[in-house]
């Protein structure tokens, strides 16, 4: 528990370095980027400061592309 509260709090002291500056030049999409890149990059880190394996990220491809597969099975009769 302790190694993910570590995890975050460096997280937090790097957005608190960044976000300031970007939101100073008006530089609204990089934060937005900035910050999803920085959540997925401490949710990884936490995954890993935990000792459990992270998850793969082919799960989400498959199941954003599933679906798709199905419905071009379905119209073409493959």
Known sequence: ???VIVVVVIA???AIKDLPGLY???HFKDMVVYIVMLAFG????T???QGKATPS?????????KPVNSLFTHLFHL
Request: proline share 4%; net charge positive; no cysteine.
């Open 1 to 3: 528990m302790k190694a």
């Open 12 to 14: 937090l002291i790097f």
């Open 24 to 26: 100073r030049k008006h």
């Open 42 to 45: 401490t949710w990884f880190s």
């Open 47 to 49: 995954f890993t400061a």
């Open 57 to 65: 990220p082919l799960i989400l491809i498959e199941m954003i592309y």
